[in-house]
Every structure is written in structure tokens, then in C-alpha cells.
């Protein structure tokens, strides 16, 4: 096993809090899959827990090296959690089929807030 790519992502919780009072479910939808929001939505801090998935989905595209090219889309990076375990990444559709053609078995994240900000880092790794 070896590591693959790195990515790191900030993201202001503010920023969050403000597009979610503005494009609510239109945003939500574009950007989060039904169990990420169900999830947030259980949340005392529902736009912390958000920001922290955007976070995990900007660092999954700078690891993958896309971006939002080549067929990727928000949705098909899916943050789950089990209870009482680490954040874990699911990947479907076209991000899947990138992160399996450079070799990438898993991806390992880790979100963190404070200060106004969430900050999630994504480390790939082969098989």
C-alpha cells in the first residue's frame, strides 16, 4: 500500500450557513446526498456539519486532480458515518471510475472545526 495523493481543503462555516439561507434545498441537493443531509439536519450546528462535508469534497478533487471536471459531481463524493467511527468517503459514477484508473483502493479523511472554519483533509491510498 502506498499513498497516492493528499488534499486539504477550508471552507467558512458562515459561507455555508449564508448559501443554505439563500438556495436552501436547491443547494443542498446540487451539493450533498440524501444521507449527507439527513445527517447534517440532525445536527444541533447543521451548517458546521455541512461545511465540514464540503471541506471532504473539495479535498477528494484536489487529491483526484479534477476538480469539478471530467464528470465529477458533488454528489457522487459521499461522506458517511458510522456511529462511533472516523468519516469515511464513498465514491460513485465517474469519481469512482477516475480514483480506480489511478489506482486509489481508499480514501482516509478527517474534519475538524474551530474558529469559523471547517477543515477536512483526504489522503488516498492504493490497494
Known amino acids: 500500500m502506498a499513498i497516492l495523493g493528499l488534499g486539504l481543503d477550508l471552507c467558512q462555516i458562515a459561507r455555508i450557513e449564508d448559501v443554505l439561507a439563500r438556495r436552501g434545498e436547491r443547494f443542498a441537493a446540487r451539493v450533498f446526498t440524501a444521507g449527507e443531509r439527513a445527517y447534517c439536519e440532525r445536527k444541533k450546528e447543521k451548517a458546521a456539519s455541512y461545511a465540514g462535508r464540503f471541506a471532504v469534497k473539495e479535498a477528494v478533487m484536489k487529491l483526484l486532480g479534477t476538480g469539478w471536471t471530467r464528470g465529477v459531481r458533488w454528489v457522487d463524493i459521499e461522506v ?13 459514477g465517474a469519481t469512482a471510475r477516475i480514483a480506480e484508473r489511478k489506482g486509489i ?18 489522503v488516498a491510498e492504493s490497494a
Open 80 to 92: 458517511v458515518r458510522k456511529p462511533g467511527s472516523a468519516p469515511e468517503v464513498l465514491l460513485h
Open 105 to 122: 483502493a481508499r480514501i482516509h479523511v478527517t474534519i475538524t472545526h474551530d474558529a469559523g472554519l471547517a477543515a477536512a483533509v483526504a
